[in-house]
């Protein structure tokens, strides 16, 4: 979800605002609505620690950052009662999440030298006196603009592999969750003392406004695809890069030959996750006629066993806000308006609490098919083959993730459909590889974060050629003459012009 929205005429400091337990209404903490003034000062901080940071080089960062890892697992019970206050998640949910970010901490930081240091690239046979390398550099100060609904996994994403390729970092976590942006940013600040390379800025879209036209080298963002949009536009004033990941309607494909109760299972599961406010939650199903009855009646059954609440018993949490609630609520009778019916739940929400929703028979067009609903809501649908499945499944503006069960085509499924990333008998199979780059095409946003594309997302190629000795035939000059280019071109004539 977004960030915050993005509003023209931000000024300095704008007082303070209060963060709310989802599940009490009790408050968190109060926290400074930072502007221009404030960012500006900590991205000028942070050209100065990025000099400093540079310099320590892969195995001074990679030293620093495997004790940041081990600061995190000591604070763990910490960080996972701040995710709960500001997000209102189980603690299953909140553990799982802090435990997913070591493993993509520990992959960036022992992979950043192999990925972006110095290789040889070899030249032609046209220039065989010259040798040529290229390596990444960092790209100076990052700005990194952080969602509510994984306040941890998430920004890390971003932030850890910034860290790693060399640069400072300025974290503007969401208005919702900014207690916990604090606590890693303390936790960075108990192994790097000596310099502010991860600092945090807090405020709502203001805040992220100034952020993105304060001259940071490069803005990675996660949130709603409109927010993106603004997001966007305020970096094209500076023509600063962006890596965009925004939201998703991912979709569920279930073939002929699949393991129906570990499909249904595995449906559940990443449709309600979190209440459903995910941008790689399943909102959409696509099942084979030959086995749709089978994984209904699986989906149903595992479906009744799952309560949201606010209680420590509750599997699911509420939703963050009132708006989404809204929102939820409007796809749901926009889908029975059109035809569509209520398998389970529907019922109105609890306060910000919504029971699992299951949907049968809603048409293509209605909202709940074509929008991100970010909510505990399933629409199943039929289908007669693994055509018609794809076809549907690419039928939104959207590509972030997907998941696949079958057998036999599954492989083919998961590389026709238009995503980002795909799982094959599993949910969120590609969230747990560090290695995988994750990103989305369309409205799910550009660029990527994770793997070896991830580091390279935030540093800069440089190119080098090196003349060894001299050619007695010298391209690069003004005194070449007539039977010297006459050589060049039977030379590359030679080379090229063969089938």
């Not at 790097?192 to 001259?215: I, K």
Request: charged share 20%; aromatic share 6%.
């Amino acid at each position: 979800m977004s960030a915050g929205p993005i509003t023209a005429g931000t000024s300095a400091g704008a007082g303070t605002f209060d963060v709310r337990d989802p599940r009490t209404g009790e408050l968190v903490g109060t926290f400074p609505q930072h502007g221009e003034r404030e960012v500006a000062a900590a991205v000028q901080r942070a050209r100065a620690a990025a000099a400093w940071w540079g310099q320590l080089g892969f195995t001074g960062r990679r030293r620093r950052l495997d004790a940041f890892r081990a600061v995190l697992v000591a604070q763990l019970p910490r960080l996972v009662s701040a995710v709960r206050e500001e997000t209102g998640k189980p603690v299953a949910e909140a553990e799982l999440e802090v435990v997913l970010c070591l493993d993509h901490l520990a992959w960036a930081a022992r992979n950043a030298e192999r990925v972006l240091g110095r290789r040889r690239v070899r030249p032609t046979v046209l220039s065989p006196n010259l040798s040529a390398s290229v390596e990444r550099k960092p790209l100076g100060v990052v700005g990194v603009i952080g969602p509510w609904n994984f306040p941890v996994f998430t920004p890390l994403g971003s932030i850890v592999p910034a860290l790693a390729a060399g640069n400072a970092v300025v974290h503007k976590p969401s208005e919702l969750a900014p207690g916990v942006g604090a606590l890693l940013v303390r936790a960075f600040a108990e192994v790097v003392p000596e310099q502010p390379v991860l600092q945090l800025v807090t405020g709502d879209g203001r805040t992220g406004e100034a952020l993105c036209r304060s001259g940071v080298d490069k803005i990675a963002f996660t949130g709603s695809t409109a927010a993106a949009k603004r997001v966007a536009a305020a970096c094209a004033e500076r023509l600063t890069p962006l890596v965009a990941e925004c939201g998703g309607k991912d979709a569920f494909v279930v073939d002929e030959d699949a393991d129906v109760r570990a499909a249904a299972r595995a449906a559940l599961w990443s449709a309600m996750v979190n209440a459903g406010q995910t941008c790689t939650a399943t909102e959409r199903a696509y099942v084979h006629r030959a086995v749709h009855e089978p994984f209904l009646a699986a989906l149903l059954e595992e479906a009744r066993g799952v309560r949201a609440g606010t209680d420590d018993d509750a599997a699911l949490g509420p939703l963050r806000t009132a708006a989404q609630v809204a929102r939820l609520e409007s796809h749901v009778a926009d889908a029975v308006a059109r035809g569509g019916r209520v398998l389970l739940g529907g019922a109105p929400a609890d306060g910000l609490v919504v029971q699992p929703t299951v949907l049968d028979g809603v048409p293509d067009d209605a909202l709940v098919e074509q929008e991100e609903t970010f909510g505990p809501v399933l629409s199943v649908h039929v289908v007669a083959d693994a055509e018609e499945a794809v076809r549907r499944a690419n039928g939104t503006r959207y590509g972030l993730g997907a998941t696949v069960f079958g057998g036999r085509r599954a492989g083919w499924i998961a590389r026709a459909l238009r995503t980002g990333a795909v799982s094959v008998n599993c949910a969120f199979g590609f969230a747990q590889v560090p290695a995988l780059p994750f990103g989305g095409v369309g409205d799910s946003g550009f660029g990527r974060v994770h793997g070896p594309d991830g580091l390279r997302e935030f540093s800069a190629p440089q190119s080098v050629a090196r003349q060894r000795f001299r050619l007695p035939l010298e391209v690069r000059s003004f005194t070449l003459g007539a039977r010297e280019r006459s050589s060049i071109v039977a030379l590359a004539s030679l080379v090229h012009g063969r089938r």
